[in-house]
């Protein structure tokens, strides 16, 4: 009798971990506070706030609710679409990541991949709704120079978005006031601050050059086009056969990276293998993409490491060609947009096959060109 009704409670308790509960009357407090506490963490990480979309937190809750069942009761759930949607929607795994890490600090077990890719799913539909279609911005910047200084700024930002912007205010940062987050559009500011360290204000550098052009471009625009996406991928950042470990490789990218924009080496390289060492970075195909858990500049690029020799990549013993490694700036929103056109590489099963016999810049171009041609045709 006592090994029947064992089997009966395992029965339902196994009922419960593999059903999703369809209601949100069934949402405990306890539940919908830990959504928000790891949706106000992505916002404070990735500056995109999520915190708002209520059917996002519904979605979540009711599907988190038996997600918890199954970590205790180490009953996660197999997804054989994990590849698939890791690469076809990488901005939403990679928030799945974050997001799981959060309820891996609660419960002390680690979420699978499987289980990732069916948040990813969640995720992914919010950022999607909340993408809006590019028209004229009103832009605040954020600014204790001098008036003379500030004009100099004003004059340079109009020549380069004269046309995307219509209306452009300098205030000081105690001027200020809480319905200027309403009125605006877009935030810079010229000084490392509250604003700048909080996600509400993309950092300008009070005598900007080219590079801050094309970072400033993409927090305001977007990408608008192929060449917009292609122009981040720097030739100088690009090399072949750099390395036979992935430490080694990583390492060597993002000294060169930081050299490269004058980051703070140690910084950069402490944010990419914080994330390295919290879940594999390869993404399938042969493509593996190290990233920094955190932005840590303003600067938005990829370098790019081609591998004629594969190299084992992480415990499932993945076999890499070629490394990726993203960095999108900070605060800058519209430029994390560039996971999805980089979807476009990842689900691309022969990109690296065609990559291997002419690993030279020009060819890994025009085959990127290809492959997102068709996100920009109208």
Known sequence: MIQHQTEINYLALYMKGQGSFSSADVISSDVDKLILDALEEIRDQYNIDLTD?????????????????????????????????KQTFPQGFDLGIYFASHLQEVFHKKVTDDEIAFLAIHLYT???????????????VISSMRQSENILLKQTL?????????????KTPEQIEDKDIEDYDIFLTTEHNHYYDSGLAFYVDPFPGQQDYLNLKLAIDGFQSIEDIT?????????IG??????????????????????DGAEFKDAVFQRENMRSTYWGNGIAVPHPLTAVSSDSFVAVT???Q??????????????????????????FQLWN????????????????PDPSYEHFIALLKEAIAGSFQK
Request: glycine letters at 2%; hydrophobic letters at 45%; proline letters at 1%.
């Open 53 to 85: 979309n209520l059917n996002l937190r519904i979605a979540l809750s009711l599907h988190t609710a038996s997600l918890i069942v199954r970590i205790k009761y180490n009953m996660q759930l197999k997804n054989h679409l994990v590849d698939y949607i």
């Open 126 to 140: 919010a950022l999607a709704s909340q993408h809006q279609a590019v028209g004229t911005k009103k832009v605040l």
């Open 158 to 170: 109009l020549n380069w978005f004269a046309e995307t912007t219509s209306e452009l205010t300098f």
């Open 231 to 239: 122009s981040i991928f720097y030739k100088d950042l690009y090399s």
């Open 242 to 263: 750099d390395g036979k470990k992935r430490e080694k490789i990583v390492e060597n990218m993002c000294q060169k990276s930081s050299e490269y924009f004058e980051l």
């Open 306 to 308: 081609e591998l004629p």
């Open 310 to 335: 594969a190299v084992v990549w992480d415990d499932q013993k993945n076999m890499v060609n070629l490394v990726l490694l993203v960095c999108v700036g900070k605060n800058s929103s519209k430029a």
């Open 341 to 356: 056109y980089l979807a476009k590489v990842f689900s691309d099963k022969h990109f690296v096959e065609r990559l291997l």
